[in-house]
């Protein structure tokens, strides 16, 4: 059996487009006046059927709609894309099928139209309970508004989920706890909570390095949230199962766990990345970045394709550690091959500070190693060498 299928097969579709472009937001996504959309479900229909004959008599267990703000894309086009999905792959009894949603009113209004054409999870980016935060975040909805279109969504969808940022501008742990304690009784199976980064290329970005994007939480405050998060999510039985991730058992989000657990996916529409497995080599695939680019180049080309680079070993151990450690249950060391550096990690220093522990053959990123989890993963990976 190949080794991706530990981890499942997926389908990502990139929709690119926003009403307004987030000033934290380093995705791959923009403000446009004018969408076609009818070129564009032409489009995803071609790289659908390229795809899926590269991969034949697969079962899917998941479609995820990302973006920008694929509740933005009218319900019909949604409905074709997931009729389209159906005549290319077998689908997986409980194929989770999700889309990514801003909690506006006018988005809701379309809940019912995404649940008839297949959509059965929504995520919604509420991203913080509190209206002059989300004026400083950029968003363009308020917090009754947010709550409402929550209503509606948990009304219409078995599976609901919604993303908080923390450590944003002027927040005190107080706060912090608060909000969090507000959004875990709203709660319906899954939350992802995100302590705010600044990255280059951001409009925050250029504030920060102005030094006009003030008030943010030291380190130390920082932690204290997450640390807060971990303590709170638990005692609300919505353990942290990824870093960022929480969810009661069992509602999981099953595609991202692809993707931590080392399965195969399919990326499309511009900016969207894939792993693949043929023949027992394992791709790396990028699309066109620019949306005016990726439709000329699927229209001309049959591919918004421009990057299918064959994994090394090197390269998968690396993200096989990045995503998978990421996971409270870690990575698998047999899966991976590694059996035989198990006593190397039980006898490092990670392991005599309880930074990482080794239980049979799963090495695990213990709660103590995870504020620091990508430092820990460097010097997991120098002691392969």
């Known amino acids: 059996m190949e080794d991706w299928v530990y981890g499942g097969f997926g389908l990502y579709i990139h929709w690119p487009f926003c009403q307004a472009k987030c000033p934290y937001c380093d995705f791959n996504s923009f403000v446009s006046k004018e969408i076609d959309q009818t070129k564009w479900r032409d489009a995803y229909i071609v790289e659908l059927r390229r795809t899926a004959a590269l991969t034949p008599n697969r079962v899917l267990n998941s479609v995820f709609f990302g973006g920008g703000t694929p509740s933005l894309m009218d319900p019909q086009i949604v409905d074709d894309i997931l009729q389209e999905v159906q005549k290319n792959w077998t689908i997986a009894n409980d194929i989770e099928i999700t889309l990514e949603a801003n909690p506006t009113s006018v988005e809701a209004g379309r809940f019912a139209d995404f649940r008839a054409a297949g959509i059965n999870r929504v995520s919604m980016g509420i991203q913080s309970l509190n209206d002059q935060d989300l004026r400083k975040l950029g968003r363009t909805h308020s917090v009754s508004e947010g709550i409402a279109a929550f209503e509606t969504a948990r009304n219409e969808f078995e599976r609901v989920s919604f993303d908080l940022i923390y450590a944003r501008q002027g927040q005190t742990l107080q706060d912090w706890n608060a909000e969090l304690g507000q959004a875990l009784e709203m709660a319906v199976d899954h939350l992802s909570l995100y302590q705010l980064t600044i990255e280059d290329g951001t409009a925050f970005g250029d504030r920060f390095a102005a030094g ?29 199962y990824e870093v960022s991730n929480h969810a009661k058992v069992g509602s999981e989000s099953r595609h991202n766990l692809i993707y931590w657990n080392g399965g195969d996916y399919i990326g499309i529409g511009p900016g969207a990345h894939g792993r693949l497995t043929n023949n027992g080599i394992r791709y790396a695939t990028e699309t066109e970045l620019s949306p005016v680019a990726w439709l000329s180049k699927v229209a001309k080309n049959g591919s918004g394709q421009t990057i299918q680079d064959a994994m090394t070993r ?16 870690g990575v698998d060391l047999g899966r991976l091959g590694l059996e035989n550096h198990q006593k190397s990690f039980e006898n490092s220093w990670l392991a005599e500070d309880q930074i990482i522990e080794v239980a049979q053959e799963s090495l695990i990123v213990t709660a103590k190693g995870r504020p620091v989890l990508n430092a820990v993963i460097v010097e997991l990976l120098r002691l392969l060498d």
């Open 212 to 240: 006009k994007l003030r008030d943010l939480p030291n380190d130390d405050n920082a932690a204290d949230m997450y640390f807060a998060t971990q303590e709170l999510t638990s005692k609300h039985g919505m353990k942290s």
């Open 314 to 329: 090197q390269d998968e151990l690396t993200e096989r550690f990045t995503m998978g450690l990421r996971l409270a249950t």
